[in-house]
């Protein structure tokens, strides 16, 4: 990968947004709104709800694509990454459908992008007062452990507020297809020469509800630390 910086124009117009989401019925619509207000193309990807979520997303103003069953989180932003590339965006960010991400910060991803990183990801860690303590535990041991094997420095490995240069989103088309994507496409990016940088991001807790299974992604995760650990 080329690591240099983009001569390309970013701007709202040359950002494409992707919003993974899971019985979000009740964020997504506000979500795909305030996005709207900061690029103009967003897409969300259903990854099999059953309540309003692709109705509420689609009444935004978001283009939509529903899976027909759920295929976990990794397979959702994959198939968003594919839309984009196919209409030639140069730069996708990816944000939350549940409000933890803010859409007012994406200005942030867009000003950041001209340095030329392959991937830019948000770190809540600069400000941490609002980051349950044992949050804030596991996320900078985690952090520590997969910035090794990176061989760059993460800070907030967990995050999942990212912008991906489309160099690199060919690379990543692949891999994991739940939560342990998130952190595979770090190694992936990292191995094949990418650059990895930072964007201070707001710490936000709402009513979210956690769809991450406690027992089988972890599992999941130790078992993809211990693959690249090996590499």
Known sequence: MDGSPSASVVNRTTVAAIIPAYFEEKHVGSVVERTLQ???HVLVVD??????????ARSAGAVVIKHERNSGKGETIKTGLRHWLERGFQHVIILDADGQHLPEEIARFIAAAPGGADLLIGTRMNDVRQMPLVRRIVNRYMSRRISRVCGQDVPDTQCGFRMLSARVIPHVLDG???????TEVLFIVSRNGGRIESVPISTVYGDEVSSIHPVKDTL???KLMRRWEKK
């Open 38 to 40: 900061q690029i103009d």
């Open 47 to 56: 990854d099999g709800s059953t309540d309003a979520t692709s109705e509420n």
């Open 176 to 182: 994991a297809e739940r939560f342990d994507y998130e």
């Open 220 to 222: 999941r995760f130790l």
